[in-house]
């Protein structure tokens, strides 16, 4: 799933969004099944996915943490 283009979600919103994907992470760590593995993976690519924009929006708008 791409970014998708015109949406703004607040800083909170993204922040909250990572957390609960590494929660979710957790729950399936170490994964036990290939499903579970395959699971991993996607949140992992989530969870950079969100910190990159985070991190984005801090150079283009001076977010402070």
């Known amino acids: 799933m791409g970014p998708v283009i015109g949406t703004m979600r607040t800083e909170e919103t993204i922040r909250d969004r990572i ?8 729950k399936h760590d170490p994964p036990s099944t290939e ?3 395959e699971a991993e993976v996607a949140i992992l690519r989530a969870i950079e996915e969100l ?12 977010f402070t943490t």
């Open 19 to 26: 957390e609960a994907l590494q929660d979710e992470y957790d």
């Open 51 to 62: 910190e990159w924009v985070l991190d984005e929006r801090e150079a283009e708008d001076g």
């Open 35 to 37: 499903l579970e593995d």
